[in-house]
């Protein structure tokens, strides 16, 4: 899908797997030293030396972001937000928005092109999978036509059962 002559991609997959991309988002937690899940994956790919970089830029909170390099990745960036904890963390809509508006308002102060995002909160930190593509559906909408260097930005989703969902989201907003 092309939105304002930014590709918008929609794949089940690993995020640690996307070596055509200059910048992957992480789903991390404010201490920035690596966690389970996606977090996990994204810190066993990249190596050490990522919990070194982002432990110093630690702490962060709720709908905060870093930038990084990827280490190890093929990447060359990771940028890190922490998404909320739902039911814990509110507004959790808007919480979860900023990360999407922080980590694009990274990747344009970087001059990147490309970027993957997974489904942040959407694992240990409980957010419903159909409500948070709804803000991340609603966030990119806004944002996607002020973007400069952005060109492609993947939405990388874990398992059939999110890209399903996200699919479906996506369906219904634009019919
Ligand atoms: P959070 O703490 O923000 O909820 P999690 O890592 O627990 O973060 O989960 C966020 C999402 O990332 C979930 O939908 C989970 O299925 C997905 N996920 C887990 N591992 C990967 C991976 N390697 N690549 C892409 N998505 C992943």
């Known amino acids: 899908m092309i939105i304002s002559g930014v590709t ?3 794949v089940q997959g690993d995020i640690t ?3 055509d991309l200059e910048a992957i988002v992480n789903a991390a937690n404010s201490s920035l030293l690596g966690g389970g899940g996606v977090d996990g994956a994204i810190h066993r790919a ?3 030396e990522l919990k070194k970089a982002s432990a110093a830029l630690a702490p962060i909170g709720p709908g905060q972001a870093v930038i990084t390099g990827a280490f190890k990745l093929a990447n060359q ?3 890190h937000c922490v998404g909320p904890i739902y039911g814990e963390d509110k507004p959790e ?3 979860l928005a900023s990360c999407y508006i922080n ?3 990274l990747a344009e102060e970087n001059a990147i092109t490309s970027i993957a995002f997974p489904a942040i909160s ?3 930190y409980g957010y419903p999978l159909a409500e948070a593509a709804e803000v991340v559906f609603r966030t990119l909408g806004q944002l996607i036509p002020c973007l400069k260097s952005v060109k492609k930005v993947r939405l990388v989703l874990f398992d059939k059962r999110a890209c399903d969902t996200y699919l479906a989201k996506l369906d219904s907003l634009v019919r």
């Open 122 to 124: 959407t694992g240990v």
């Open 46 to 48: 990249a190596g050490p």
């Open 17 to 19: 797997r996307q070596p």
């Open 77 to 79: 960036y990771i940028i």
């Open 103 to 105: 980590a694009l308002r």
């Open 93 to 95: 809509a808007d919480l």
């Open 8 to 10: 918008v991609e929609i």
